[in-house]
């Protein structure tokens, strides 16, 4: 006897004897000679079905198995004599794991988003967010072996942190202070005192830790957990969420924009050969467009468009936007949905904007009124990567701090990265979400987290 997947078992050229399968009860249909029992173990989207003949042992204990039920099945795959699948196992015998009360969540219906999301610890038995969860894990590999390839280092960035590398100051705080029993001075409490001797919060971005390490290692890049608090409730926001940070040096903002463009080609192709079953499921419930819109943007040239042209675009436009837009202002997402969907209707790289809207660390264009940063919107979801070209002048960047009301002390090891060896590098950063709702055409970013933290909700 040998144990497999169920993804193995349906992709089997030749019937196999003594196969063992370990998975949970989808449905099961009862008559007087035998059994069928549908089981599926979440490694691919198919169940298979079991025959179980009365002439089992625990065959009268086999009517009690119920939706949701586990159980170990021991027998031999062979061709189904029925319609709709290839193959089917024939049981020799059937132990039952556990059986799932009448009361399980999850029978054989549709269920709602937003019921799904109050059981977010059973959500990923139903097809729709196994297949979810399965496209997750094929592109968390897919990230790593496109950097891998292409000679990047992958580096471990802090989550707890003192610097702030969006200036928005919309983090968490991380403290070890009895808030109840501290001592505050002046409303504030004395933070020489905490566990860090000074504040810390949870990181928004590894960017700056990313730049130290692309100094000395050359090309490398982070992903992983993010976190903004961000009192917002929208669809495309998340309290926690995970970014891809590549950092690249002798870099300018085209080399930046290049890599951006062939990340997002290769993701999606990735997932459009590896992914093929699951992403059917969301093309046939979905989105009916999902695949063409893929095919489209994997195979499209991203357009190239200065900020101030896009604004242009914009004000021309005669599209009613609830917020307006000019010099200076920053996009919101209904701008950037309507150049990407509506205007050009492919992905579009923005780049030089009015450096009052970008933090400090991005590189001062000659014209001293914009900066070297990019963002490439996408079709349907607005901003998929956000970057720049960093400042690597001394000065300069100095300059930029202060403009923006940085302590330059509490950041006097960055500044450090400019004394000495200082070179031209950028990064961006790609929002590991938002890349799942592309490919899968779910519009909400809980439904794309395994246990979405949001406004209110702390749940599981």
Not at 126 to 132: I, M
Not at 216 to 232: C, H, I, K, M
Request: aromatic content about 12%; charged content about 25%.
């Amino acid at each position: 006897m040998k144990k497999y997947k169920i993804l193995s078992l349906l992709d089997s050229d030749v019937p196999l004897e003594g196969v063992i399968v370990n998975g949970w009860v989808r449905t099961k249909r009862d008559s007087s000679d035998f059994s069928f029992i549908e089981v599926n173990d979440g490694s691919c989207l198919k169940n298979i079905q079991i025959i179980a003949e009365n002439n089992l042992s625990n065959y009268n204990d086999l009517k009690k198995i119920t939706t949701g039920s586990a159980v170990t099945i021991c027998g031999d795959l062979i061709e189904s004599k029925g319609s709709g699948q290839k193959w089917e196992i024939s049981a020799k015998k059937v132990d039952i794991i556990s059986i799932a009360p009448d009361s399980y969540p999850l029978q054989k219906k549709r269920h709602t988003d937003e019921y799904l999301r109050t059981i977010a610890h059973l959500r990923p038995r139903t097809n729709k967010y196994g297949a979810v969860f399965r496209i997750r894990s094929e592109l968390s590999f897919a990230i790593h072996k496109f950097f891998r390839d292409k000679g990047f280092k992958y580096i471990h960035t802090p989550i707890i942190t003192g610097s702030d590398c969006e200036g928005a100051g919309e983090m968490f705080k991380v403290t070890a202070i009895n808030t109840e029993k501290a001592i505050k001075t002046n409303g504030q409490f004395d933070y020489s005192q905490d566990f860090f001797g000074k504040p810390a919060n949870l990181t928004v971005s590894g960017q700056l830790s990313a730049e130290m390490f692309a100094l000395a290692l050359g090309d490398v890049y982070t992903f992983g957990p993010t976190f903004r608090a961000e009192n917002s409730n929208t669809r495309r926001h998340a309290a926690e969420f995970w970014m891809i940070e590549p950092e690249m040096v002798f870099c300018d903002i085209k080399g930046d924009m290049d890599l951006g463009e062939e990340t997002i080609k290769y993701l999606i192709s990735y997932a459009l050969k590896e992914c093929k079953e699951d992403l059917e499921l969301f093309g046939k419930y979905v989105d009916k467009e999902l695949i063409g819109n893929l095919e489209n943007i994997s195979s499209s040239d991203f357009i190239r468009l200065p900020y101030e042209e896009a604004v242009k675009i914009l004000t021309k436009s005669e599209e009613k936007f609830e917020y307006e837009i000019s010099f200076g202002k920053d996009l919101q997402s209904e701008h950037e949905n309507y150049l990407a969907g509506q205007y050009f209707k492919k992905p579009v790289i923005l780049y030089n904007y009015p450096k009052n809207i970008k933090p400090f660390y991005m590189r001062v264009n000659e014209d001293n009124n914009t900066v070297a940063a990019m963002d490439i919107l996408v079709p349907g979801i607005g901003e998929l990567i956000g970057g720049s070209q960093r400042e690597e002048r001394l000065e300069m960047l100095e300059l930029r701090m202060d403009e923006c009301g940085l302590l330059k002390e509490n950041y006097w090891w960055y500044l450090d990265s400019r004394r000495f060896g200082t070179v031209p590098h950028s990064g961006f950063g790609l929002g590991f979400e938002r890349l799942l709702m592309l490919v899968t055409g779910i519009k909400n970013i809980r439904d794309v987290l395994p246990f979405p933290r949001t406004p209110g909700n702390i749940e599981f």
